[in-house]
Antibody, heavy 120, light 109 residues
Framework: EVQLVQSGAEVKKPGESLKISCKGSGYSFTNYWIGWVRQMPGKGLEWMGIIYPGDSDTRNSPSFQGQVTISADKSISTAYLQWSSLKASDTAMYYC?????????????WGQGTMVTVSS | DIVMTQSPATLSVFLGERATLSCRASQSVSSHLAWYQQKPGQAPRLIIYDTSTRATGIPARFSGSGSGTEFTLTISGLQSEDFAVYYCHQYNTWPPLETFGQGTRVEIK
C-alpha cells in the first residue's frame, strides 16, 4: 500500500526548534516530489514547498522562505519540515503529500497530518 | 503568485441535488488544476486532476471542467458522504509556485 506516515502531534514553546517527519512506503520514494501544506486552525490549505528526495532539490513558496527548512533523507524514505525558532503563528496542522506524474503532478497521496501547537 | 478564488464560500444543497463549485485563477493555469475533498478531522483527498480526470476510486458523479482561468467541479446527485470542504489547486508554474483556493464548504440544506 502506498502511504505517507507523519510523526505525531507536538506541543512547543515560542523560540523552540522542531523537526517533523513524513515517511513514505509502498513506492519508490526517491522518484516523487514531496510537498508540505499548512492548514491553520479553521482555515484553508497553503502550499509551503516541495522537495525531490532523489537529489534534495527543494522549491519553497516565498511566503515560507526563510521561515522553515524542507529536507529529506532518501536512505530512510523520509522528508522533513523544520523550524529553528517557533512562533505562536506556526500553530497549525501540517500535511505532507506526494506530487505524482501519474496524477499530472497533483498531490495524489497525503499523510495524516501533524498538529503543531506553539504556546507559552 | 497566481491567486485562486473559489465561489461560493458555502453552498447549501439538498441530498440528491447537483452542486456546482467554481474556481477562478488570476492568470492562465492551462489544464493544471486539481480538486480535493476534505472532511472534518481528515487529510484532503484528491478528487480531480488535470481539470477533468477523476482520481482512482472517485465515483462518476464527480466531474470537472474548464480551462485557462475558469474551472468548475460538479457533483451530480449529492450523497451524504459528499458534504465536505472542496479546494482547487493550481500546479501550472515551474519552478513551482503552487496555490490553493480558499475552499468551498458544501453543506446539507
Amino acid at each position: 500500500e502506498v502511504q505517507l506516515v507523519q510523526s505525531g502531534a507536538e506541543v512547543k514553546k515560542p523560540g523552540e526548534s522542531l523537526k517533523i517527519s513524513c515517511k513514505g512506503s509502498g513506492y519508490s520514494f526517491t522518484n516523487y516530489w514531496i510537498g508540505w501544506v499548512r492548514q491553520m486552525p479553521g482555515k484553508g490549505l497553503e502550499w509551503m514547498g516541495i522537495i525531490y528526495p532523489g537529489d534534495s532539490d527543494t522549491r519553497n513558496s516565498p511566503s515560507f522562505q526563510g521561515q522553515v527548512t524542507i529536507s529529506a533523507d532518501k536512505s530512510i524514505s523520509t522528508a522533513y519540515l523544520q523550524w529553528s525558532s517557533l512562533k505562536a503563528s506556526d500553530t497549525a496542522m501540517y500535511y505532507c503529500a506526494r506530487r505524482s506524474p501519474i496524477a499530472a503532478d497533483a498531490f495524489d497521496i497525503w499523510g495524516q497530518g501533524t498538529m503543531v501547537t506553539v504556546s507559552s | 503568485d497566481i491567486v485562486m478564488t473559489q465561489s461560493p464560500a458555502t453552498l447549501s444543497v439538498f441530498l440528491g441535488e447537483r452542486a456546482t463549485l467554481s474556481c477562478r485563477a488570476s492568470q492562465s493555469v492551462s489544464s493544471h488544476l486539481a480538486w480535493y475533498q476534505q472532511k472534518p478531522g481528515q487529510a484532503p483527498r484528491l478528487i480531480i486532476y488535470d481539470t477533468s480526470t477523476r482520481a482512482t476510486g472517485i465515483p462518476a458523479r464527480f466531474s470537472g471542467s474548464g480551462s485557462g482561468t475558469e474551472f468548475t467541479l460538479t457533483i451530480s446527485g449529492l450523497q451524504s458522504e459528499d458534504f465536505a470542504v472542496y479546494y482547487c489547486h493550481q500546479y501550472n508554474t515551474w519552478p513551482p509556485l503552487e496555490t490553493f483556493g480558499q475552499g468551498t464548504r458544501v453543506e446539507i440544506k
